[in-house]
């Protein structure tokens, strides 16, 4: 009907994954293995689809690839260190052009520091950084807990940024099965819409609570 399919057309113009880019120079790809390992579970939220250089297939052009990623991501996660800094890859493509994207508001850059290096005056250095304080992971007695850390913030960003697929569903439903189900095509008058779109928001308001 006409109620549904306009909000349900609302809500499936909403992203329900967020795209994250993870930038790391190769001597650091130990903590990317942890990273990805802790971001598994928001990977079957479906909350997050991460993507690193190591998933460009066999025979394509790595860096025509690379690129497309890192402009299509919402989030990118430079995994810093001295490595980081000295990696002309790392430093003077994937980050100069992330934070360019950051300025126009294209991209979330969230700086996580693996090791203890120079960052703070670094191009990154008025970013906050992962995880708790910008205390490097390496220096952390259990590194679990800091990459849990990373983790639990890099959550917080997504939620605040885009509905889960979950709240999604929820919210067509709520709509489907509470408000009025009209079978005919009508007109609907300026109050009709007005009343229609406070109900819908409160009744969703309610349950998000």
Known sequence: NFIYHRYHSFYNTSVVCMKAFISYAHNDESALAELRKHLALLRR?????????????????????????LEAASLFLPLISHNFFASD??????????????????????????????????PLGDLK???KDGKPISTW???????SNVVEELRRIIKISLPSAANESVAVNLVKSNLPQYKIKRDFSETDRSNFRREAFDKMQRYFR
Not at 47 to 69: M, P, S
């Open 141 to 147: 007695s259990n590194k679990n807990e800091a990459f």
């Open 89 to 122: 890859y790392c430093y003077d493509l994937e980050m100069k052009r992330a934070l360019e994207r950051h300025k126009d508001g294209k991209t979330h850059v969230v700086p996580i520091i693996v090791e203890p290096c120079d960052w703070k005056h670094s």
């Open 45 to 69: 939220e479906k909350l997050l689809e991460d993507f690193y250089d190591r998933d460009v297939l066999g025979g394509a052009a790595l860096h025509d690839e690379i690129t497309k990623q």
């Open 129 to 131: 950084a992962l995880p």
